[in-house]
């Protein structure tokens, strides 16, 4: 039975503890609002890229002279994962999620004898996948110094990818991160960028196009941009994804908090009365035995 | 006059959605102005003012950093990679940009890239120039 002055601090303990959450809580809500907008913004720009990339692919008949980002090296033996997490922890299963989708993912092709390397942007996504898979990971990007995320950190990020695809590195690129739908959803996907996903359109593939300069050229720059489009984007996402899982587990642990309180003080006031009880019938027992 | 729905989006925001009478494109071939009507096209951009024509007389300019164009039936969809209001621009921001410019110039050794941040070089000078800064 702790006593009466345990009980006390362990309710003024957990009081500080609930005030942290709900700040942290509050600042996520902030953020989020920031973070959802961007990624709001952001979702345009990809939309017309991939529909563009669409109809302009869906022209081109995939030969020798296609550039290997569509066509890809034609092997499937490398497999580079790009697992986008967050840099910091306390947001519900945000991290884990992303790092288990990623972790299934690399079992699963390394038991059909597949080569896999991994990029790691977020330091929690390398802290969980390091334990399984410390040979795998190749690189470690930290955007821990950026404060607002922008085209350059994806273009950066982008540059690296292509320097290795260059180099004969991989044949294949996936990409996990976190879509945000809303505060209570975020979904962990994996996005294959190289070879590039190609929806078709179809819907204007009928009209006769001009190109200024020429398809290929086009084709040649385009490609590129749209693996630092694709990859900014699940930033992006990763982002407002990241502040929605802080923001409703800091509620829960605000919640739980609040809970915990009651139930403390619930205690401490029982054993309160159970005391001055106590010291009353001894009091009155005294007495009678007089 | 005829008008044709033109967007203007940048990886940040869209900048402009909404029925036009002309845009004056910085194409990497020459710039090309495009009404409504126009033949279904694809062109790359380079670094340049973008002219947005809503009414005769009246334009309003974008500075783009590179990115393409997409004219078709719908209209015209211009993906920029950069895309700075010309009154939002400052010497500040120009000045940067034009170091960063003159730095993936330095940076590349293919004659055609080189080419194409020596012409961003100069355009944005001309851009710095065009508005008394």
């Known amino acids: 039975m702790p006593s009466l ?3 006390r601090n362990r309710i003024a303990s957990v009081k500080a503890t609930q005030k942290i959450t709900k700040a942290m809580q509050m600042v996520a809500a902030a953020k ?6 961007a990624a709001e913004a952001a979702r345009p720009y990809a939309e017309r890229m991939s529909s563009v990339l669409g109809n302009l692919a869906s022209g081109i008949t995939v030969g020798p002279e296609t550039p290997r980002l569509l066509a890809g090296t034609g092997s499937d033996r490398v497999h580079l994962l790009i697992v986008c997490t967050a840099e910091r922890g306390l947001c519900g299963a945000f991290n884990s999620s992303i790092a288990r989708l990623a972790r299934d993912h690399a079992t699963r092709l390394m038991a059909e004898g597949k080569t896999v390397k991994i990029i ?13 898979f410390a040979q795998q990971i190749i690189e470690l990007i930290d955007l821990r110094s950026v404060r607002q995320l922008g085209f350059e950190q994806g273009d950066m990020i982008a540059q690296k990818v292509l320097a290795r695809f260059e ?3 991989f044949d294949v690129a996936t990409l996990f991160y976190s879509r945000f739908r809303s505060v209570i959803a975020q979904i962990p996907t994996a996005q294959q960028i190289i070879p590039a996903q190609i929806e078709a359109t179809g819907t204007s593939s009928d009209a006769v196009y001009d190109y200024e300069p020429e398809e290929g050229e086009i084709l040649t720059t385009l490609l590129p941009r749209n693996l630092t489009v694709q990859i900014f984007r699940a930033l992006l996402e990763n982002a407002a994804s ?9 509620d829960n642990a605000t919640r739980n908090a609040g809970e915990m309180i009651k139930k403390q003080t619930m205690t401490y006031n029982r054993s309160r009365q159970a ?7 001894e009091i009155i027992s005294g007495a009678e035995a007089l | 006059m005829a008008t044709f729905n033109f967007e203007l989006v940048s990886p940040e925001r869209v900048l402009f959605s909404g029925d036009v009478d002309a ?43 590179g990115g393409f164009a997409d004219i078709n039936q ?3 969809t211009v993906l920029a990679e950069r895309a700075l209001p010309a009154e939002e621009l400052t010497q500040e921001i120009l000045d940067h940009e034009i170091l960063q410019a003159e730095m993936a110039y330095d940076a590349t050794n293919e004659p055609a890239a080189k080419h194409a941040a020596e012409s961003a070089v100069a355009q944005l000078r001309e851009a710095k120039a065009a508005l008394n800064f």
């Open chain 1, 32 to 37: 989020l609002r920031r973070a959802q907008t």
């Open chain 1, 242 to 250: 990241e502040q929605g899982a802080r923001m409703s587990a800091m």
């Open chain 2, 23 to 65: 845009v004056v494109l910085p194409a990497t071939e020459g710039d090309m102005t495009v009404l409504a009507g126009h033949a279904p096209t694809m062109t790359a951009l380079k670094t340049g003012f973008l002219v947005i024509t809503n009414t005769p007389g009246n334009g309003r300019r974008i500075l783009v950093r």
């Open chain 1, 167 to 169: 180099a004969g590195e």
């Open chain 1, 5 to 7: 002055k345990d009980l």
């Open chain 2, 74 to 76: 719908n209209g015209l």
């Open chain 1, 275 to 281: 005391m001055i009880t106590k010291e009353l019938i």
């Open chain 1, 120 to 132: 790691c942007v977020g330091k929690k996504g390398y802290d969980i996948l390091r334990r399984q």
